[in-house]
């Protein structure tokens, strides 16, 4: 056992643990004790190492002991942590504490520091003719100064080393999100953003909005926030506010302190439901893909701390928001795709094939479940006719022009096709004969009342209808037969007009 004694008195039970690891390892006799509970004969022991905590207020009577027990040899002041500050030691009282050591997490610096006192108090039980210990502390501050520095930059890496590791561990749960994020489903990428990305940076509220860029606004797909929030907006009407600036400048946005940086930007903007917040931090994201903007991402309200951070929020946020602007841009692309084989390409009415699977759709629905179905045929007259004496420009200018007037006349339900060259088709769901035949009347007239102009021309266009209701034993292509047969008999009786087909008896 060693001839030395190590004390602590003191409340951190942290740095107790630490003192009595560097106590067992110097085998050292080691005691801890709380400032209430000290006991009588606390320094019988001879070459006491006595550290104080900062944070422990010591009698004055056991003060003046300490200054004048012949057992204590050194007292150290134990001070919390101060970063990268240098603390300037001419500051300590050196009558009552004759060196002092910062509190680290780092155990074996505070071995060697330990070591330094145990080697000193060795030292002046050797050589009692040696200058007074008071004296001896005093010419090793320069010293103690050059550590308390070297500690100062040791903290500041493990600062920085402990936020990469944070990021590091961030990165490994986002290859796990990204997995659900790369989908073509943006609700499931919705619920992702909302309720796991906020868990990541310890978010409070989060909010995801889609972009169009054609019309500079922005339109609200899910939130979590505990009141209503803008479901549109009009980035042009509020172009000083942080998403109209994030968008503008493409590029995501860590804002501190909200009233700070409104302040340094020189913009006056009110952040609404101030009151709902916490903190004044925030972090608006847009979602990219290359160099377009499908969307963006609000972060708001640091739970952990007073705002969110550079080195350890930015990095997986923004590696995240390349994963879902892609995963958005994808399902952008999907859909102008899916919409394309759905579509004819000149009419934007649903396409040939589409509209024989409709219809099918409609007639075994109608099998299952009964109710009305109508169909109506139409055929452009003369179109032949407009395209040779005009061009087939003139022609396509008389299809758009039939087109726009069925998309008038028809419901959100209805559909519509381009059903070939010069023929349009319209499926009527729960529609009776009768109601059918008065949107037939109707396109029949708007069609005739509006003239096409085209190249200073004014085409007159007519269209000729054919009309039939599905009955229980039809087949789709006897449903189809019929509909054909009354849009032949329109137009062999004079075309411009409106035929209904006669039933066909089972």
Same mark, same amino acid.
């Given at each position: 056992?060693?001839?030395?004694?190590?004390?602590?008195?003191?409340?951190?039970? @942290?740095?107790?643990?630490?003192?009595?690891?560097?106590?067992? *390892?110097? @085998?050292? &006799?080691?005691?801890?004790? +709380?400032?209430?509970?000290?006991?009588?004969?606390?320094?019988?022991?001879? +070459?006491?190492?006595? %550290?104080?905590?900062?944070?422990?207020?010591?009698?004055?009577?056991?003060?003046?002991?300490? $200054?004048?027990?012949?057992?204590?040899?050194?007292?150290?002041?134990?001070?919390?942590?101060?970063?990268?500050?240098?603390?300037?030691?001419?500051?300590?009282?050196?009558?009552?504490?004759?060196?002092?050591?910062?509190?680290?997490?780092?155990?074996?610096?505070?071995? @060697?520091?330990?070591?330094?006192?145990? +080697?000193?108090?060795?030292?002046?039980?050797?050589? &009692?003719?040696?200058?007074?210990?008071?004296?001896?502390?005093?010419?090793?501050?320069?010293?103690?100064?050059?550590?308390?520095?070297?500690?100062? !930059?040791?903290?500041?890496?493990?600062?920085?080393? $402990?936020?990469?590791?944070?990021?590091?561990?961030?990165?490994? !749960?986002?290859? $796990?999100?990204?997995?659900?994020?790369?989908?073509?489903?943006?609700?499931?990428?919705?619920?992702?953003?909302?309720?796991?990305?906020?868990?990541?940076?310890?978010?409070?509220?989060?909010?995801?909005?889609?972009?169009?860029?054609?019309?500079?606004?922005?339109?609200?797909?899910?939130?979590?926030?505990?009141?209503?929030?803008?479901?549109?907006?009009?980035?042009?009407?509020?172009?000083?506010?942080?998403?109209?600036?994030?968008?503008?400048?493409?590029?995501?946005?860590?804002?501190?302190?909200?009233?700070?940086?409104?302040?340094?930007?020189?913009?006056?903007?009110?952040?609404?439901?101030?009151?709902?917040?916490?903190?004044?931090?925030?972090?608006?994201?847009?979602?990219?893909?290359?160099?377009?903007?499908?969307?963006?991402?609000?972060?708001?309200?640091?739970?952990?701390?007073?705002?969110?951070?550079?080195?350890?929020?930015?990095?997986?946020?923004?590696?995240?928001?390349?994963?879902?602007? &892609?995963?958005?841009?994808?399902?952008?692309?999907?859909?102008?795709?899916?919409?394309?084989?759905?579509?004819?390409?000149?009419?934007?009415?649903?396409?040939?094939?589409?509209?024989?699977?409709?219809?099918?759709?409609? %007639?075994?629905?109608?099998?299952?479940?009964?109710?009305?179905?109508?169909?109506?045929?139409?055929?452009?007259?003369?179109?032949?006719?407009?395209?040779?004496?005009?061009?087939?420009?003139?022609?396509?200018?008389?299809?758009?022009?039939?087109?726009?007037?069925? *998309? *008038?006349? %028809?419901?959100?339900?209805?559909?519509?096709?381009?059903?070939?060259?010069?023929?349009?088709?319209?499926?009527?769901?729960?529609?009776? *004969?009768?109601?059918?035949?008065?949107?037939? !009347?109707?396109?029949?007239?708007?069609?005739?009342?509006?003239?096409?102009?085209?190249?200073?021309?004014?085409?007159?266009?007519?269209? &000729?209808?054919?009309?039939?209701?599905? !009955?229980?034993?039809?087949?789709?292509?006897?449903?189809?037969?019929?509909?054909?047969?009354?849009?032949?008999?329109? @137009?062999?009786?004079?075309?411009?007009? %409106?035929?209904?087909?006669?039933?066909?008896?089972?």
């Amino acid at each position: 056992m060693s001839d030395i004694t190590l004390f602590y008195i003191g409340n951190d039970s @942290k740095f107790k643990a630490m003192l009595e690891k560097c106590g067992h *390892l110097h @085998k050292l &006799s080691f005691h801890a004790h +709380n400032t209430p509970n000290l006991p009588e004969n606390l320094f019988s022991s001879e +070459n006491t190492l006595l %550290v104080l905590d900062e944070q422990t207020s010591l009698p004055q009577k056991l003060m003046d002991e300490c $200054q004048v027990n012949n057992n204590i040899k050194l007292i150290i002041l134990a001070l919390e942590s101060k970063g990268d500050n240098n603390l300037d030691l001419q500051d300590i009282p050196l009558n009552i504490y004759d060196d002092t050591i910062i509190k680290t997490d780092n155990q074996d610096f505070l071995n @060697k520091r330990i070591i330094l006192f145990i +080697n000193f108090i060795r030292s002046q039980t050797l050589k &009692s003719n040696d200058i007074d210990s008071h004296e001896a502390i005093k010419k090793n501050i320069n010293l103690t100064n050059q550590i308390m520095h070297l500690q100062g !930059q040791l903290n500041r890496f493990n600062t920085d080393l $402990q936020a990469q590791e944070e990021v590091l561990t961030k990165i490994t !749960q986002i290859s $796990q999100l990204s997995r659900q994020i790369n989908c073509l489903n943006l609700k499931k990428i919705a619920l992702v953003c909302i309720e796991k990305i906020p868990e990541l940076i310890s978010a409070r509220f989060a909010s995801l909005y889609s972009y169009d860029d054609n019309n500079n606004t922005l339109q609200l797909l899910r939130h979590n926030h505990p009141y209503t929030i803008d479901k549109n907006v009009d980035l042009s009407l509020c172009p000083d506010s942080p998403m109209a600036i994030a968008i503008r400048q493409n590029q995501m946005l860590l804002i501190k302190d909200f009233k700070q940086w409104s302040k340094s930007e020189e913009i006056d903007v009110k952040r609404q439901f101030t009151r709902n917040y916490q903190t004044n931090s925030c972090i608006i994201a847009p979602l990219r893909s290359g160099g377009h903007i499908s969307g963006l991402l609000n972060l708001a309200d640091k739970i952990d701390g007073p705002s969110f951070d550079h080195m350890r929020d930015m990095p997986p946020i923004e590696l995240l928001c390349e994963i879902i602007g &892609s995963a958005m841009s994808n399902i952008n692309l999907y859909d102008k795709v899916r919409i394309q084989a759905r579509t004819d390409g000149m009419t934007g009415l649903v396409n040939h094939n589409t509209f024989y699977n409709e219809l099918d759709k409609e %007639v075994n629905r109608s099998k299952r479940y009964g109710g009305n179905l109508s169909l109506i045929m139409v055929d452009l007259d003369c179109l032949k006719t407009i395209n040779d004496d005009l061009g087939h420009r003139a022609g396509d200018a008389a299809l758009l022009h039939v087109a726009e007037q069925i *998309l *008038l006349c %028809v419901r959100e339900t209805d559909i519509a096709a381009r059903y070939g060259g010069d023929e349009f088709a319209i499926i009527l769901p729960n529609t009776s *004969l009768s109601d059918a035949l008065i949107v037939a !009347q109707r396109l029949l007239k708007m069609v005739n009342e509006k003239v096409v102009n085209y190249d200073k021309h004014e085409i007159k266009a007519s269209i &000729s209808i054919g009309l039939s209701q599905y !009955q229980e034993h039809y087949s789709t292509e006897e449903f189809m037969r019929e509909a054909d047969t009354a849009l032949l008999d329109a @137009k062999n009786k004079g075309k411009n007009r %409106v035929h209904i087909s006669e039933p066909v008896k089972n």
